[in-house]
């Protein structure tokens, strides 16, 4: 029985056509209602730093990008934060490479003095540093080698001693890329006994053996020189595995987590967003970057626009930082002033 006071049933309504297109028609409705955006401040600017005190070089396999000695550092990083870019990511190369990488723990190292420098030109940028050893040993592997393969916990202890020589020179974040297991707990026990408590650590959570790191590995000369790296770094193919690497690197510490390369992760970029709750890093590799400018360069894309939609798919698909070679570019863009 129906309540006493209750109101009759609503009249059948006419099909009314959905009129999707109403909040696209002009740029200013488009930006109203847009989902996302790539800000600025969410950009990471790599930033490649190498011994000694040269001007700054070309490198040829990433049109536009410079690499650094770091006392030339620190007016980069006032142009930097002029710009709107607030976080940069340092990547150094070895004064002398051996079998242990141990160039990449010295205090007087590229990285700790590029640090140094960075946060005297600007000290409110947030400075990241590759944690890996794969620039600095001379067999080019990620860790120390035992009877030829990668010696897991032996590498993981000495990825402890870079991260703490960084902390040590203000690095504001560590970020280790080898891909051993136990490296954040590793990190995060070495850094906390030394009193770095308060460095924060970005997980390469997901790094895939992938083919997009080539123009990365030319600008650092960091390839094997015998063998590859699909024994540590993840097989493309498996994403349930990559959310258990995440999941290991929160449990072991971590306070932000990446997937890389970007492009190639979207499913993974979302998969983790409904899972996780740290913030999450993309990285926009360098074979993703020189394909764009190579593809630009070929008048084949609008470089701006096809920058722009790559990395709004990032934003969307869950990345809350975007690392990417296109940082200056984008910001440029952004103030109008290209």
Not at 264 to 281: E, I, K, V
């Amino acid at each position: 029985m129906a309540p006493r006071n209750a109101l009759p049933p609503p009249e059948p309504s006419r099909s009314v056509p959905v009129r999707l297109r109403r909040l696209r028609r002009t740029a200013a409705l488009r930006d109203w209602v847009a989902e996302v955006d790539v800000e600025v401040r969410r950009l990471v600017y790599p930033l490649f730093v190498q011994p000694g005190d040269g001007p700054a070089e070309p490198i040829p396999s990433l049109p536009g990008v410079l690499r650094y000695s770091p006392r030339k550092l620190a007016p980069v990083a006032r142009e930097l934060t002029e710009e709107g870019i607030r976080s940069v990511l340092v990547f150094g190369a070895a004064r002398q490479k051996d079998p242990q990488g141990s160039d990449a723990w010295s205090p007087d190292g590229a990285v700790p003095q590029a640090v140094r420098a960075l946060k005297h030109g600007s000290p409110e940028l947030v400075v990241v540093t590759d944690v890996c050893l794969c620039a600095y040993t001379s067999h080019g592997h990620c860790g120390v080698l035992r009877d030829g393969d990668v010696a897991n916990d032996a590498s993981a202890e000495r990825l402890g001693r870079v991260a703490r020589a960084h902390a040590a020179a203000g690095a504001d974040v560590v970020a280790p890329s080898a891909m051993m297991d136990g490296q954040v707990a590793a990190i995060r026990s070495t850094l906390d006994g030394a009193g770095f408590d308060s460095t924060a650590i970005l997980a390469y959570s997901t790094k895939h053996a992938s083919a997009f790191y080539g123009p990365f590995r030319a600008a650092e000369g960091s390839a094997p020189a015998a063998g590859d790296r699909k024994g540590y770094q993840m097989d493309p193919r498996n994403a349930r595995e990559a959310m258990r690497e995440m999941a290991a690197d929160v449990a072991e510490g971590a306070d932000l987590l990446m997937v890389k390369p970007a492009l190639t992760s979207l499913d993974l970029l979302a998969r983790a967003r409904r899972r996780f709750d740290l913030p999450l890093a993309a990285y926009h590799v360098s074979g993703e970057y020189a394909m764009l400018k190579a593809a630009a360069a070929a008048g084949v894309v609008d470089e701006r626009a096809a920058v722009n939609e790559t990395l709004v798919a990032l934003r969307r698909a869950g990345a809350d930082l975007l690392i990417t070679y296109y940082a200056r570019e984008v910001a440029r863009w952004d103030r109008g002033a290209g």
